[in-house]
């Protein structure tokens, strides 16, 4: 019987002694789990800088490389919509245009053939008014038959629609049906407002209808500018978001742009989202291809940020020491988001008036 009583005795021991902590202890420390305990008498306490922490205005700036690109609705690429033979072109680089300037001139079969078809239609429909007219008046005389009008009236209805059908074939050819004389060139004019960048066009070569363009139109007072943001910084970027934009080639400008479009569609391959945003560029200090590096500004809102020095990693992780009581210290993991000088924006871990070590957190991570 005693010993019985003995064997469970000890077996309480230690199931007891199970259920108590961990301890590591050092000649300066006192490890329990996640907490490290500094001795009064530990010279460790004279390494260790504190600090409380308060949340302050800040907003959240993220870098990323862009690339300049023309606003879609403010760029043409000018091709001849049927084919023929240049004759003539008065297009220039630098030159300003309007959807009614004209570029070049073609001599276009295309062309002389509706030219052909609209006059024939245009002659037999002023033939056919006539007839008609003159039916009506005998007929108010009495000197013609019903049935001659009617023919006159079905003639003349069949030439208006050949003549209507003309004119639309005409104006396919963005030409003018009251201003149109027989074997006039095809006028290639400008679609959009704005300047020629580009132009290749030579008196003389013969353009096909699926041809390359010959020469650009582009309209960059405003600009976009195509940026990446990974996928889990996304949730920070905005429409109307403000952006500063350098440019590696001119350091002293910087140039001020909005979020005008976050794209719905995630790159598989990057794990990122492209964003455009809009610039203005009246100078024309942005060029479409250029390279630019892209700060994102977030709406201000309050954030904790600890010096830089108060971040420890350890397997992907990031924490902090935080001094729970006097000389009692617990590894607290945090979430990060981002850096402004020498600190760190906490996302979530801390609140206000912790007391964190902000210098020798080192010391106790050797303690662990």
Request: aromatic letters at 6%; hydrophobic letters at 40%.
């Amino acid at each position: 019987m005693k010993q019985i009583v003995l064997c469970i005795g000890l077996a309480m021991l230690l199931a007891s002694c199970a259920s108590k902590p961990k301890e590591q202890t050092g000649n300066n420390y006192i490890v329990r789990q996640d907490t490290v305990i500094i001795p009064d008498h530990s010279n460790l306490t004279a390494k260790l800088k504190l600090a409380s922490v308060q949340s302050e205005p800040y907003k959240l700036r993220m870098t990323t490389a862009g690339t300049v690109k023309a606003i879609p609705t403010q760029y043409a690429e000018i091709a001849s919509p049927f084919p023929g033979r240049v004759l003539r072109s008065s297009t220039k680089l630098g030159m300003k245009v309007t959807p009614e300037t004209p570029l070049f001139e073609i001599s276009s079969p295309d062309f002389m053939s509706a030219q052909k078809q609209f006059f024939q239609a245009k002659s037999q429909y002023d033939l056919t008014s006539q007839v008609l007219k003159r039916q009506q008046d005998l007929m108010k005389h009495g000197v013609t038959s019903q049935k001659d009008l009617e023919e006159a009236q079905t003639a003349f209805d069949i030439a208006k629609k050949e003549y209507e059908n003309a004119v639309i074939s005409i104006k396919i050819f963005k030409a003018d049906p009251d201003k149109l004389s027989l074997g006039q060139p095809l006028v290639v004019r400008s679609p959009i407002v704005g300047e020629v960048i580009d132009n290749k066009i030579v008196t003389g070569q013969y353009i096909r209808d699926d041809g390359a363009s010959v020469a650009t139109v582009a309209e960059l007072s405003k600009v976009w500018i195509v940026g990446q943001v990974k996928e889990k910084d996304i949730r920070f970027i905005h429409e109307l978001d403000e952006c500063e934009i350098a440019i590696a080639a001119l350091p002293e400008k910087h140039i001020k742009g909005k979020v005008y479009h976050v794209n719905e569609i995630v790159d598989e391959n990057t794990r990122s989202v492209q964003v455009l945003i809009e610039c203005n560029n009246a100078d024309h200090t942005l060029k479409p291809g250029m390279y630019v590096t892209v700060n994102f500004i977030d709406a201000p809102a309050d954030a904790i940020l600890i010096p830089a020095k108060a971040v420890l990693q350890m397997n992907d992780l990031s924490f902090v020491f935080v001094e729970t009581s006097p000389g009692k210290y617990l590894k607290r993991k945090v979430e990060t988001a981002g850096t402004e000088e020498n600190r760190i924006v906490i996302r979530s871990g801390l609140n206000n008036g912790d007391k964190i070590v902000t210098e020798g957190g080192f010391y106790l991570l050797e303690a662990k």
